[in-house]
């Protein structure tokens, strides 16, 4: 999934983002994994939760191993054009970054849990890149659902910058905003690590553990 090829490192305007579309782009009805609706509707109680963490095969495989995780979805996130396709996301001319949305049961698993799964399955000091993924679709967000995430979210953020901060690592670069509307991605790209079990996964964290979601006191 990456590219040498050299991509710009700042979001573009609203003017700037390419036009995009009226109508969502065609996607998968059901989960490869659970058989469940990709885009509901989704059982009475569950929660949702919206991740950027950099290269969405591998880190939406990170998310619905998890037990009590309903159903996954990858799509684009937080930037300007609507109804984007992939090629148009890689260009850096949508603002979106690849995205995670996580369907939840909050009586098997936590958002304090989803988090710490998000800060440990990546680098989130690393900007607009991932490893070998460059540009702005791989930079890190948690993009929050109401107050109550956003308070746990930056919770997190500042009892992981200690830790990271420990081991001599530098400042996260993770933007914490509210919900931005979520466009699911092409069929091919959901589930795809269960699709292609050999596929691409440039996913690496720092090797730092995350206190958050294990009942230490943040």
Same mark, same amino acid.
């Given at each position: 999934?990456?590219?040498?090829?050299? @991509?710009?490192?700042?979001?573009?305007?609203?003017?700037?983002?390419?036009?995009?579309?009226?109508?969502?782009?065609?996607?998968?009805?059901?989960?490869?994994?659970?058989?469940?609706?990709? @885009? &509901?509707?989704?059982?009475?109680?569950?929660?949702?939760?919206?991740?950027?963490?950099?290269? $969405?095969?591998?880190?939406?495989?990170? $998310?619905?191993?998890?037990?009590?995780?309903?159903?996954?979805?990858?799509?684009?996130?937080?930037?300007? =054009?609507?109804?984007?396709?992939?090629?148009?996301?890689?260009?850096?001319?949508?603002?979106?970054?690849?995205?995670?949305?996580?369907?939840?049961?909050? @009586?098997?698993?936590?958002?304090?849990?989803?988090? @710490?799964?998000?800060?440990?399955?990546?680098?989130?000091?690393?900007?607009?890149?991932?490893?070998?993924?460059?540009? =702005?679709?791989?930079?890190?967000?948690?993009?929050?659902?109401?107050?109550?995430?956003?308070?746990?979210?930056?919770?997190?953020?500042?009892?992981?910058?200690?830790?990271?901060?420990?081991? &001599?690592?530098?400042?996260?670069?993770?933007?914490?905003?509210?919900?931005?509307?979520?466009?699911?991605?092409?069929?091919?790209?959901?589930?795809?690590?269960?699709?292609?079990?050999?596929?691409?996964?440039?996913?690496?964290?720092?090797?730092?553990?995350?206190?958050? &979601?294990?009942?230490?006191?943040?």
């Amino acid at each position: 999934m990456f590219s040498f090829k050299r @991509k710009p490192l700042s979001i573009p305007s609203a003017d700037e983002a390419l036009p995009g579309r009226p109508e969502p782009i065609p996607t998968a009805d059901t989960h490869f994994v659970t058989g469940a609706p990709l @885009k &509901g509707p989704y059982p009475d109680g569950v929660e949702t939760a919206l991740f950027g963490l950099g290269c $969405f095969w591998g880190a939406e495989r990170k $998310f619905w191993e998890l037990p009590g995780v309903l159903v996954t979805a990858v799509g684009y996130a937080g930037g300007h =054009t609507p109804n984007p396709t992939y090629e148009e996301v890689c260009s850096g001319a949508t603002g979106h970054t690849e995205a995670v949305l996580v369907v939840f049961d909050p @009586k098997q698993v936590t958002y304090d849990q989803l988090l @710490k799964t998000f800060w440990e399955s990546h680098d989130p000091t690393q900007g607009m890149r991932q490893g070998n993924d460059v540009g =702005t679709q791989y930079r890190s967000g948690i993009y929050y659902e109401s107050d109550d995430q956003r308070a746990a979210a930056e919770a997190s953020k500042t009892a992981y910058e200690a830790a990271l901060a420990a081991q &001599g690592l530098p400042p996260i670069t993770t933007e914490i905003l509210p919900a931005p509307e979520f466009y699911f991605a092409e069929d091919y790209h959901q589930q795809y690590l269960a699709k292609n079990p050999a596929g691409y996964c440039g996913l690496g964290g720092t090797g730092v553990a995350c206190p958050i &979601g294990t009942g230490v006191d943040a």
